[in-house]
């Protein structure tokens, strides 16, 4: 057939309804953790977006899962067509409930996160298994008008903590600008679970010390995760020290 005749197969095909349409490409939605923030997620947005995904990297409230869940919902109700959710720490516990009721939600991922069932809380799947040294690394507690408080990593102990497998420089960086998570976020009972009825992804590093690996390994087989990664000696910032492993795993379940 010439080059001619295929162009009008072509387009006959298009005019007559009968070419087969390309799936829409997912928008991956990118939800921080406490002590961390959106930029946390550079890394991984600039493989993703060079792949051709749209990104956003939502500014996780950290104020209560029930309120920050309804950002995050609102948030994938504005976005026309499918999407990946994808949450590192305490924003695994917010996707498992933000994904809830959002038909265009078509997959989970969970970055070093939580996936809690209903009824359990951060707090209790983090003391679940020994190895978690976060309490001695928290600072001072601040005090909110409302009568709550907000917890922050040490900037001393930051490093050490949160993220030892990333360079002394950006790790002081990311220490001045986290965010503060309330203490009221970490002991908040999760509801119904989309992972539940969602199929799940999960990635996080053996060396965590923040969230044990042991529990992070428990909550995705849980899950029924349809790939888990273990990153040899990666630190609670998986997704800042590999990105590339992150990325790849996003992009394995927004296929």
């Known amino acids: 057939m010439s080059k001619f005749a295929a162009g009008l197969a072509v387009a006959g095909a298009l005019l007559s309804g009968n070419a087969v349409a390309q799936p829409a490409r997912p928008t991956i939605v990118l939800v921080h953790g406490a002590f961390a923030d959106s930029s946390s997620w550079n890394g991984v947005t600039k493989l993703l977006q060079s792949k051709g995904y749209r990104v956003i990297a939502a500014a ?48 989970l991922v969970y970055v070093a996160a939580f996936a809690p069932d209903e009824g359990e809380a951060a707090a209790d799947l983090a003391g679940k298994f020994p190895g978690g040294t976060l309490g001695k690394a928290l600072a001072a507690p601040v005090k909110l008008a409302d009568g709550g408080t907000d917890l922050s990593i040490d900037q001393v102990k930051f490093r050490d903590q949160f993220a030892h497998d990333v360079g002394a420089a950006d790790a002081a960086l990311m220490a001045a600008g986290q965010r503060p998570i309330t203490a009221a976020a970490l002991t908040e009972k999760s509801g119904k679970p989309a992972w539940k009825v969602l199929p799940s992804y999960f990635i996080y590093g053996d060396g965590d010390k923040n969230i044990p690996a042991k529990a992070l390994g428990f909550m995705a087989e849980r899950a029924g995760s349809k790939r888990t990664v273990v990153a040899e000696g990666a630190s609670h910032v998986v997704m800042v020290s590999q990105p590339q492993a992150v990325a790849g795993l996003i992009e394995e379940a927004a296929r």
């Open 60 to 107: 996780n409230p950290l104020r209560s899962v029930s309120s920050d869940a309804a950002y995050v919902s609102d948030i994938v109700a504005s976005i026309d067509g499918p999407v990946v959710l994808v949450g590192h720490s305490y924003g695994g516990q917010v996707i498992t409930t933000a994904a809830n009721g959002r038909n265009n939600v078509k997959s």
